[in-house]
């Protein structure tokens, strides 16, 4: 079977000219309240802009807590720079200030409707004090249009979006997110999906996100657009879709987590959802305790190879959905290689409306620990509109004292299936489970 699978190769190459940020002025200098006193939005906007007019700096803040009524716009060739996470504090207060009014979209943002390049934002916390649910929410750090710009070593708390890049439409942006917190992603804008929070949130194309966390956001991450890396993060605790929510063509993912409860029956959504797009890698990466799938790829998602992932404590450990998207749309020319789905709830591999996808060398563990139905029956189930697809080389396994994986490798098409047009079609199965019954041609 011939592949062409996408390998997404990024260099970020974020080494700033010396002179843009040797200017460096400190903000008590210039009156700042480090207190939590006072307002300081318009002095430090009054800071940016007489920095911006010499070409560009750096303005430090020291430990203290600085309160602001309105919004932060940063522009071109600005490093807002602190001591620390735990040090430098940014809030609002929810009884002052301008936010009812203010069409600015986070406690520090930039303006959209201009190209805003080399903007640095480290060693910083920012509490929106925004509560859980609630709509006209604000994000922590959201850098609009912007290019070769950073966000680093930050913590959110409390937000609509906690740190976020987004509105830039070109080709290549060269942002990055690295060793960022949110927590408490957790306010709407509106309650249609465009309000729903994200813990941390990119849409430019050509962005890296790496060594990040996001804690009981809405959505963990969220990425649309293309060429996105996503390297060493970790989501936990979400509580309106998933822990990665990734729409986009030309995407890596690699040695990430995510954790949607304490226990299975805490869990929530899907750990990994790869929706509708071209050219994914997904690899060294854990799912656990997620009440839909631990990895999740939706129709019609092609080009997209799995490998070396475990989803332990999940509904479907991995699988295909199909929701919205009815055949003939497919999921194609897809690898899923050595990945490992233990203690899932329905089925370990779940697959259907693919084709041409090579499913080799994968185990499934102590599977269907909801039960045996009719229609979960299978660590490795084959439904509906599977055709021209490889399975062979893969492993089902119970090692409990009382087994729940009664079938191992188990295609529908042999005996419930009976729509010709749905039936499996040149399909190559070699399969022996070490424990449960097997059904296939």
Known sequence: MKKAFWIVIFTFSLMYPSTIFCQEIHALDFGVDPNGEKDNSIIINKLIDSLSQKGGGTILFPEGKFLLDDAIILKSNIKLQGVSQDETLFFRNPTSGNWKNTKAQGLITTNPSILNDRIIVEHIRVNGNFEKKASGGKGGICLRNCTNSTIRSVTTENTWHGSAFYDFKGAKSGNLIDQVISLNAHTFTSKD???????????????????????????????????????????????????????????????????????????????????????????????????????RIHVPQSDTQLTNNVAFGCGNGFGIEVASHPFPEVASNLLFEKNTAENSGLHGFLFRQMDHVEVINNKAINGNQRGVTLSTRGAIAIKEYVSNSIFEGNQCLDNQSKATQLYGLYDYSVDQITSAAKKGKNNRIKHKSAKGSDVFQ
């Open 193 to 295: 999906n465009s309000g729903r929070p994200r813990g941390i949130l990119v849409t430019d194309a050509g962005s890296l996100v790496k060594n990040s966390k996001s804690s009981h956001a809405g959505t963990g991450f969220y990425a649309g657009g293309k060429d996105i890396v996503f390297e060493n993060n970790h989501a936990e605790y979400w509580f309106e879709d998933n822990g990665y929510y990734l729409i986009v063509d030309n995407l890596r993912v690699s040695n990430c987590t995510a954790k949607g409860g304490d226990s299975p029956e805490k869990g929530f959504g899907s750990g990994f959802a790869i929706a509708y797009k071209k050219g994914a890698l997904i690899e060294n990466s854990r799912a656990e305790n997620c009440s839909n799938y631990g990895f």
